[in-house]
């Protein structure tokens, strides 16, 4: 009975379960500081900042984190959220540019920079990760003031690996002149575009004349740099123009202006724009090139005009047979050209549709004039025009065929819009280049071109092997055996 009573006690002693006691700490408590401790320690290795130099943040865009693009986008889409969030210090009097009312600027950068002067760089920053998770953070003790204690090197330091950094601390011009020289010896694109931007928020224009802005700029020739690219891909025109304006580049100033007729969609107030731009201080090519660009729209115009009315009314032929599949206006001047060159081909030079008026006005090289009318003639199947477009007369009355682009480059033309043996034939008879010649004969099949080659160069045997190539009995196999026979005859 002893024995049996020492075995009882022995198994609950020895049993993983305990009795209930008041001493004992509740189990679900426990269970959860030893959750604290396991994600404290955790987050020990995350935060390590010397452990992530060489890792690479991405967001769900697939976008690295820290660039500009980036943090547009992501400022952009929680700009809502995050202002909501906030605490109710930065309402009643903080330093932060939200609480300030928004001064009248005409400058308005992008939505990255109108709310605060704060850059979040990372996805996956501490305080998101203290949002998620409050009842495991660390005592505040732990953590660093990030606002006021970190330098401006360690600064543009966390910037480079995506981390929250606030510029906030950097106010006075000095300051912001220290972290912008730091950003740009970091050789950092991004960093040295962000930090440069916050001198152009509409609070800080405010406080300092814009002038000394630029004059800090026009000395640190990287962030100038970086800041005249960005403005012209964000297309913040006003603050573009008024930089170049103080940088004395008036033929960017120029340009920059001339590039605002992209915006224009109605083509009689582009034209009217293009005219005033005729007067800006242009390079002496850029002037040209201006002008040109004028004038064509206006000729564009008077064309459009004439030929849909021609259309709408079913008076032309031409037009009726091959109707506009698209208007001219806006077009390119190789484009007006070969649609003048398809519609207008036979119309005097006189006339602002004809192409001679068009080649003759705007000085179209031979060889581009050749190119175009050729395609649009050989669209057309008219052989003769083509045939005409390169027959001149000598002073004695001679005519002979003449290509300032190669007649290699005509028969390729003819051949892609479907030109007839006969007319191949022809022009590739006029390649001066034996082996062009022949491979072009060979690869188009113009046959009599081809033994007609041969022949004159007295190769039996490549004679003998291309009768193998044509059709047996046919007018080509009887050509070449007349010509083997002769060469037989001629050895003896």
């Known amino acids: 009975m002893s024995r049996a009573r020492a075995d009882e006690e022995e198994y609950w002693h020895s049993s993983k379960f305990r009795a209930f006691t008041f001493d004992d700490e509740d189990d679900e408590l426990s269970q959860l500081k030893e959750s604290k401790r396991a994600v404290n320690r955790l987050r020990d290795i995350v935060d390590d900042d010397d452990d992530d130099d060489d890792l690479e943040r991405v967001s769900w865009s697939g976008e690295p984190v820290g660039s500009i693009s980036w943090s547009i986008k992501e400022t952009a889409s929680s700009s809502t959220s995050s202002l909501e969030g906030r605490d109710s210090s930065l309402q009643k009097g903080s330093s932060s540019y939200a609480a300030f009312p928004k001064p009248v600027s005409s400058y308005s950068l992008s939505s ?25 953070r660390r005592p505040k003790a732990e953590y660093k003031d990030y606002s006021s204690d970190w330098s401006p090197k360690d600064t543009v330091r966390r910037m480079q690996r995506g981390k929250v950094c606030s510029l906030e601390r950097f106010r006075s011009l000095q300051d912001k002149l220290v972290l912008l020289d730091e950003a740009v010896a970091g050789h950092d694109g991004n960093v040295i575009t962000a930090v440069t931007l916050i001198y152009f928020t509409p609070l800080y224009i405010s406080l300092f004349p814009i002038e000394i802005l630029f004059r800090e700029l026009e000395v640190r020739q990287v962030a100038l740099c970086h800041l005249i690219h960005f403005l012209k891909e964000t297309g913040e025109q006003k603050l ?32 009217e724009f293009l005219k005033g731009c005729i007067g800006l201080p242009f390079s002496a090519e850029d002037t040209s090139h201006v002008q040109d660009h004028y004038t064509l729209l206006e000729r564009q115009i008077i064309i459009e005009t004439s030929d849909r009315h021609l259309e709408t009314a079913g008076q032309s032929e031409i037009f009726r047979k091959y109707p506009r599949k698209a208007s001219i206006l806006n077009m390119p001047l190789v484009t007006t050209l070969f649609y003048s060159c398809f519609y207008h081909y036979t119309e005097a030079e006189g006339t602002f549709s004809s192409p001679t008026n068009l080649k003759k006005t705007f000085k179209i090289p031979d060889k581009q004039y050749v190119l175009t009318a050729l395609a649009a003639r050989a669209k057309l199947r008219a052989w003769d025009d083509v045939d005409a477009l390169f027959t001149t007369k000598n002073w004695l009355g001679y005519t002979k065929k003449k290509a300032p682009i190669g007649f290699h480059r005509v028969v390729e033309i003819l051949q892609k819009n479907n030109a007839p043996v006969q007319v191949l034939q022809e022009y590739v008879r006029l390649v001066e280049d034996v082996e062009t010649r022949l491979n072009l004969a060979t690869k188009y099949k113009c046959h009599d071109v081809v033994i007609e080659t041969y022949r004159d160069l007295k190769d039996r045997i490549q004679l003998t092997a291309y009768k193998c190539k044509v059709e047996r009995g046919s007018a080509d196999e009887e050509k070449i055996n007349s010509i083997l026979n002769n060469m037989v005859r001629n050895t003896y």
Not at 116 to 122: A, D
Not at 249 to 263: D, G, I, K, M, P
């Open 112 to 136: 990255l920079f109108k709310g605060e002067l704060c850059l979040s760089l990372s996805a996956l920053s501490d305080t998101g990760a203290k949002n998620y998770a409050p009842e495991l």
């Open 240 to 271: 573009l123009l008024d930089l170049l304006r103080f940088l004395d580049r008036t033929e960017e100033v120029a340009l920059s202006q001339y590039r605002e007729h992209l915006n224009i969609q109605d083509v009689e107030k582009r034209r």
